[in-house]
């Protein structure tokens, strides 16, 4: 079937004017670097997250509330962001956003109050939110065009940015401030935007048969609905503590377990290398497992592993159950979006990807409020509490899809 390899051709007046074929490797690249590079902005800036606390002399839950400006930017901008691909497609917003994540991912370092840090962060959010449901659309047309379960290998990008810009941040955290790390990172996001977007704005999005011809299926009515806000859920309880892990992983080894700032900075990026392996691997798993036992089984494993990290009396013992916790989390998320795509199409794909990213965003100013009240490690059990509940609730919608996903 030649044409699943060739996009169709833009439409005339389009950006580029170009209305030459684009392969469909090639656009999977682009965006594969795309998600690559937001998960690397995004270590960058939480490795540095304790740096700024003490810049700031936030207390716990001051920097909750400021964390919560990158909740509040994201929200809005998530509500807004399927509008403005609808009506200037996906691979401009896509762009767009990370330009503007590059350049905002350098305003924290230059605030010296709480209330400052909020508002920049506002920013950040707001491009972060953006890129995140952007790319995600895009990757829902691509995964159709391809008739593959590739939607994993997006994510396992995502994380092996994210592991690569946390190394990069335990290895310059005691050489360079946070004002010329997160400088340096800001260049490096718009030289890539740069060379890589040309890809994105030279063509459109693909478009499937299935969203040709049967556009009711991307709206959400009824029980659907339902069923959709259900897998959103379980997306939430998974990204709470992806975001969890990103923006107080490396305080609690520092503060509660005396680790070096190093080491503290290393517990996100063994993090996200046990989620690139086990997204990586995610493909092959679904196949073997299915869907819901690959949820179930990973549900489990992050309720455990987070159990140790969160508890553990001693930092290698803290790293070994972040590692755990990341391999168990790796493929909850994209299954959750795929069966709410499955459900009812790119529109329920575009709901559950919205409720997830909510639940990594809204999760760190939660922990830093449960912090306060308690502490850090009791805080950051509710990442184990919120994984259980995720295996406990794919394994009751088990036959929300297909049988054979059961």
């Known amino acids: ?129 953006g890129i995140n449901v952007a790319m995600n659309s895009a990757a829902v047309d691509l995964v159709a065009a391809l008739r593959r379960p590739v939607m994993p290998s997006f994510h396992a990008a995502f994380s092996l940015g994210g592991m690569v810009g946390a190394g990069l941040g335990a290895l310059v955290a005691g050489g360079l401030s946070p004002t010329v790390h997160l400088v340096l990172l800001a260049v490096i996001g718009l030289l890539v935007t740069a060379v890589v977007g040309r890809v994105l704005l030279g063509r459109t999005a693909p478009v499937t048969e299935r969203a040709q011809e049967d556009p009711v299926l991307r709206r959400l ?74 949820l179930v089984a990973g549900g489990t494993t992050a309720a455990a592993g987070m159990l140790l990290g969160s508890l553990a009396p001693t930092v290698w013992l803290a790293l070994l159950g972040f590692a755990v916790a990341g391999l168990g989390l790796a493929n909850i998320f994209p299954v959750a979006v795929a069966r709410a795509g499955a459900l009812a199409g790119p529109g329920g794909v575009a709901a559950a990807s919205t409720l997830g990213y909510g639940g990594m965003l809204l999760g760190p100013p939660a922990i830093g409020f449960l912090a306060d009240w308690f502490s850090l490690p009791v805080a950051l059990t509710t990442v184990a509490a919120l994984a259980a509940g995720a295996a406990l609730i794919g394994w009751a919608a088990r036959n929300a899809t297909a049988p054979q996903d059961a």
């Open 1 to 129: 079937m030649p044409h699943l390899n060739k996009l169709p051709t833009a439409a005339p007046g389009g950006p580029s004017g170009n209305t030459a074929p684009l392969p469909l490797s090639r656009l999977r690249t682009a965006l594969t670097v795309f998600f690559a590079l937001d998960g690397f902005l995004f270590a960058g800036w939480v490795v540095r997250i304790p740096a700024i606390k003490q810049q700031t002399g936030a207390s716990a839950s001051d920097l909750g509330l400021a964390l919560l400006g990158v909740s509040a930017g994201a929200v809005v901008t998530m509500t807004l962001t399927g509008r403005l691909c609808r009506r200037f497609g996906s691979h401009p917003v896509t762009v767009a956003s990370a330009v503007l994540m590059s350049l905002s991912i350098a305003l924290p370092a230059l605030t010296h109050s709480t209330l400052a840090l909020g508002l920049v962060l506002l920013v950040f959010g707001a491009a972060y939110g």
């Open 221 to 294: 009515t009824g029980r659907t609905r339902r069923l959709v806000a259900v897998f959103g859920v379980i997306a939430l309880c998974t990204a709470y503590g992806e975001g969890a892990m990103a923006d107080w992983g490396a305080l609690h080894l520092e503060q509660d377990l005396d680790a070096h700032p190093g080491v503290a900075a290393l517990g996100y990026s063994l993090f996200a290398l046990a989620m690139t392996a086990g997204r990586l691997t995610g493909t092959t798993l679904l196949e073997r497992l299915g869907q819901t036992r690959t």
